[in-house]
């Protein structure tokens, strides 16, 4: 079963920054799509943004367009989301997911596979 693995999160002040990675154990992730989400308390989960398999198409939400950067070194299996400026209202649960690669450079969350447990973003001062 495909199942990816997020880390990297934690507690940051306001303004700041970091880096989220999804990683993949036992298959190859450069197969595959890659979409982040997160999940706020009390919100419906929200797409953040998605890399093809090459890494040569990406897209982001509106909410994140020009702070978060996402990217993927095949050779590690890992996938990247740079978080920067940080602000409260990131403070979520975030999740990465798969698409194999036929299936095209999007990511509707429907249509997404091997969601990992997520891991927990707490921007505060």
């Known amino acids: 079963q495909l199942q990816l693995v997020e880390s990297g999160g934690g507690l940051v002040q306001p303004g700041g920054s970091l880096r989220l990675s999804c990683t993949a154990s036992?298959?190859?992730?450069?197969?595959?799509?890659i979409g982040w989400f997160r999940q706020a308390p009390g919100k419906e989960r929200e797409g953040l943004s998605c890399i093809s398999s090459s890494g040569g198409t990406t897209n982001y939400a509106d909410s994140v367009k020009g702070r978060f950067t996402i990217s993927r070194d095949n050779a590690k299996n890992t996938v990247y989301l740079q978080m920067n400026s940080l602000k409260p209202e990131d403070t979520a649960v975030y999740y990465c997911?798969?698409?194999?690669?036929?299936?095209?450079?999007?990511?509707?969350?429907?249509?997404?596979?091997?969601w990992g447990k997520g891991t927990l973003v707490t921007v505060s001062s």
């Open positions: 997911a798969l698409r194999h690669r036929q299936y095209g450079d999007s990511c509707p969350e429907r249509g997404m596979n091997g």
């Open positions: 036992g298959f190859t992730l450069g197969y595959y799509t």
